[in-house]
């Protein structure tokens, strides 16, 4: 069985999972409308990871014997002044998560509840992941700078994404 605190903490990084998940669809959106398709197909993969994601704290929940709740999903940021700027966002919004996945291995630890700790270090794992893709990309932005032809040959390189 699932504490309350910790039903309820989870729930709400299920939600932010899927606010993850919303912010990568718009930085997808964004690309799409800037026609760059390679970085649009990555940012629509990312934003289904997100949602798998969710979906983990989901099943997890409902294995624990927890209630799964359903919270408004805020609205994330769709319009942004470059390719830089929106993997910038990326990499701060991965940051922000991987404290917030941080935070929820500590609240396990205070309460002794293995289980959780144990499903967790999966998230631990991924964030390291997550904040390197972006950060790799991040750095490859800044080194091209705003250069046609080089974000032309980054976008078919991250168009190869499956």
């Known amino acids: 069985m699932i504490s ?3 039903e309820e903490t989870l729930n709400k990084q299920m939600n932010r999972e ?14 799409e409308t800037a026609i760059m398709k390679g970085f649009a197909k990555w940012m629509r993969l990312q934003a289904k ?3 798998a994601h969710a979906l983990k704290f989901y099943d997890f929940i409902i294995a624990r014997g927890g209630k ?3 919270l408004p999903i805020e609205s994330p940021k769709t319009n942004w002044t470059s390719t ?3 993997f910038e966002h990326a990499y ?9 996945i941080n935070s929820l291995v ?8 293995h289980a959780t700790f144990e499903m967790l270090q999966w998230f631990v794992k991924e964030q390291v992941e997550e904040e390197a893709q972006a950060n790799e990309i991040l750095s490859k932005i800044k080194t091209f700078g705003d ?6 040959y980054l976008d078919h390189e991250l168009g190869k994404r499956e």
Do not use: C, N, W
Not at 23 to 29: D, E, G, I, Q, V
Not at 92 to 100: A, D, F, I, P, R
Not at 106 to 111: G, S
């Open 18 to 31: 899927l606010f993850s998940a919303y912010l990568y669809l718009a930085m997808s959106a964004y690309f």
């Open 84 to 86: 830089g700027k929106v």
């Open 147 to 152: 250069i046609p032809g080089k974000l032309f």
């Open 92 to 100: 701060v919004h991965e940051q922000k998560v991987t404290s917030l």
């Open 4 to 6: 309350k605190q910790m």
């Open 49 to 51: 990871e997100e949602e």
């Open 68 to 70: 799964v709740s359903f």
């Open 106 to 113: 500590e609240l396990a630890i205070k309460e002794k509840d």
